[in-house]
């Protein structure tokens, strides 16, 4: 199983990015998906999850500027961002809890990251 990561850039302060993440490889189902980041010289931390049934939770420092979304057909989940701020400058990484096969354990995987930079 693979997860790809794309559509980090630059923006500057009060704009907007949207992220992307596609799961593809052995999956049978796929339960827990997630965005995550690590800002240089910091922890990564939680900025949002998502589960299957669409139920979503934020880290307190984004809520109300970002949305995570997901499709099930594609096995892929969102991140839109708005009103960025240069604290949000990070590292991005997704995440997804995969199970390959029916009456398989979940397993946890990892995006390769994305680089967010707020800055004017």
């Known amino acids: 199983v693979q997860l790809q990561a794309c559509g980090g850039g630059l923006v500057q302060p009060g704009g907007s990015l949207r992220l992307s993440c596609a799961a593809s490889?052995?999956?049978?189902?796929?339960?827990?998906m997630g965005w995550y980041r690590q800002a240089p010289g910091k922890q990564r931390e939680l900025v949002a999850t998502?589960?299957?049934?669409?139920?979503?939770n934020y880290a307190d420092s984004v809520k109300g500027r970002f949305t995570i979304s997901r499709d099930n057909v594609k096995n892929t989940v969102y991140l839109q961002m708005h009103s960025l701020k240069p604290d949000d400058t990070a590292v991005y990484y997704c995440?997804?809890?995969?199970?390959?096969?029916?009456?398989?354990?979940?397993?946890?995987?990892w995006g390769q990251g994305t680089l967010v930079t707020v800055s004017s």
């Open positions: 998502i589960v299957s049934d669409g139920r979503s």
């Open positions: 490889g052995s999956i049978f189902s796929v339960n827990t």
């Open positions: 995440n997804a809890f995969v199970r390959e096969r029916p009456g398989a354990r979940y397993y946890d995987y």
